[in-house]
Nanobody, 124 residues
Framework: QVQLVESGGGLVQPGGSLRLSCAAS????????VGWFRQAPGKEREFVAA????????YYGDSVKGRFTISRDDAKNTGYLQMNSLKPEDTAVYYC?????????????????WGQGTQVTVSS
């Protein structure tokens, strides 16, 4: 049974930073793309960032470009999302996902396994 567990969410003031982690059971990360998505109340799931199988290519949603950085450590079976200059509109549940392809996808259907999500709240 493959499991993804996100951590690192919480409450942060505008302008602050958080680093989300996504720990995978087994070696599911190796050889597959990893993506991060988010969903705010009443809104559809939104693409945030993705990284291809070897970390050579990264992709970002327009709303987070220049502020968020995605990375991966396959030795630790863990993916990361560094979030800087956070804004109230970044408030959402953040999900990591993996498997499906070696190439990163901006679409949720491009991923097979999903975590349960971690809440990020940006508020003063």
């Amino acid at each position: 049974q493959v499991q993804l567990v996100e951590s690192g969410g919480g409450l942060v003031q505008p302008g602050g930073s958080l680093r989300l982690s996504c720990a995978a059971s087994g070696s599911i990360f190796s050889g597959y793309a990893v993506g991060w998505f988010r969903q705010a109340p009443g809104k559809e799931r939104e693409f945030v960032a993705a990284i291809n199988w070897n970390g050579g290519s990264t992709y970002y949603g327009d709303s987070v470009k220049g502020r968020f950085t995605i990375s991966r450590d396959d030795a630790k079976n863990t993916g990361y999302l560094q979030m800087n200059s956070l804004k109230p509109e970044d408030t959402a549940v953040y999900y990591c996902a993996t498997a499906g392809s070696i190439l990163a996808s901006t679409q949720a259907r491009g991923y097979t396994f999903w975590g349960q999500g971690t809440q990020v709240t940006v508020s003063s």
